[in-house]
Each structure stands twice: as C-alpha cells, then as structure tokens.
C-alpha cells in the first residue's frame, strides 16, 4: 500500500507559476513508475508528466515546455513545477504511483488538488 499526499494546489493568473508536490508513504525505489494526471471537468483523466522506469520521463504534448517533473528519492517526494499556465490547465490535478507485481499492476491515487488558471 502506498499513500500519496499532495499540495501546492491553488488559483493563479494566465502566465503564472505553481508548483506541486507529491510525498509517497514509502520509497519511491519501490514504485515501478510516478506521475502526475489531471482530470477538468467533463473530461477524462489524462497523463500530464511522469517518471516511467529509472529517471526516463514522459509529458503531454500540450505541457511540454510548460512542466517539469521532478524528484526527491530522499524525501519520497515527486514536483511539478508548472509555468506560463494557460486557462486550458484548470484542473484537478492527481498524482499517481504504480507498482508492477508479477502477478498484478496497481494503481495508487492521491486526493487531487485543484489548479485554477484564469485568464
């Protein structure tokens, strides 16, 4: 079981900064692979960034640029730091930890945390 606690959520102007942050219960050697999704309203959830297997990362076409994900192994934290947001990055954002087993994949969620873009 690993928990994931978020934060750094919160409302900003179009072309500002946020940053968020991701602390799992447990190291994150042990998590095969960790991210962060987001989900607007009415749409589905979708990648934004993640580490995927070792320090390879991946992002959305639509952040690339934008983000950056990045990570502190010693504090089991995950970030993302977010620049020249665009109303289009309203969301809640969530932040993802999955562990391949041999017999099975899990998925890990945090509670979400609102990012809020106005223009």
């Known amino acids: 079981q690993v928990q994931l606690v978020e934060s750094g959520g919160g409302s900003v102007q179009a072309g500002g900064s946020l940053r968020l942050s991701c602390r799992a219960s447990?190291?994150?050697?042990?998590?095969?692979?960790m991210g962060w999704y987001r989900q607007a309203p009415g749409e589905q959830r979708e990648l934004v960034a993640a580490?995927?297997?070792?320090?390879?990362?991946n992002y959305a076409d639509s952040v690339k640029g934008r983000f950056a994900i990045t990570r502190d192994n010693a504090k089991n934290t995950v970030y993302l730091q977010m620049n020249s947001l665009k109303p289009e990055d309203t969301a809640v954002y969530y932040c993802?930890?999955?562990?391949?087993?041999?017999?099975?994949?899990?998925?890990?969620w945090g509670q979400g945390t609102q990012v809020t873009v106005s223009s």
């Open positions: 447990s190291s994150i050697f042990s998590i095969n692979a």
């Open positions: 580490f995927t297997s070792g320090s390879t990362t």
């Open positions: 993802n930890a999955r562990k391949v087993f041999a017999w099975d994949t899990v998925d890990y």
